[in-house]
Nanobody, 124 residues
Framework: QVQLVESGGGLVQAGGSLRLSCAASGRTFSISAMGWFRQAPGKEREFVAA????????NYADSVKARFTISRDNAENTVHLQMNSLKPEDTAVYYCAASYRRGSYVSKSEYRYWGQGTQVTVSS
């Protein structure tokens, strides 16, 4: 089992920044990648960013490229999502997820464990 705990969400004005963190505990030695997804009210949960645990390669949704940066701290079993130039359409609950398989890491089905989510609200 793996436990994922997100932190860092909140309310910010458009153009502002937030940094989300996700701490993993438990059976973390087999994690292959960590990802961030988000879900706005009435919408499907969508991919935001992912990072491989060993090589550190990253992948981003087109909507957040050049604005968001995902990073990892293997020693602390933590992944971060730095979000800059935030827009009202970034408002959503953000979820951290852990994968134990190989893949592109853009699909929800590639992830086994999920955090409880953290709310991000961007006001206009």
């Amino acid at each position: 089992q793996v436990q994922l705990v997100e932190s860092g969400g909140g309310l910010v004005q458009a153009g502002g920044s937030l940094r989300l963190s996700c701490a993993a505990s438990g059976r973390t030695f087999s994690i292959s990648a960590m990802g961030w997804f988000r879900q706005a009210p009435g919408k499907e949960r969508e991919f935001v960013a992912a990072i491989s645990w060993s090589g550190g390669s990253t992948n981003y949704a087109d909507s957040v490229k050049a604005r968001f940066t995902i990073s990892r701290d293997n020693a602390e079993n933590t992944v971060h999502l730095q979000m800059n130039s935030l827009k009202p359409e970034d408002t959503a609950v953000y979820y951290c997820a852990a994968s134990y398989r190989r893949g592109s890491y853009v699909s929800k089905s590639e992830y086994r464990y999920w955090g409880q989510g953290t709310q991000v609200t961007v006001s206009s």
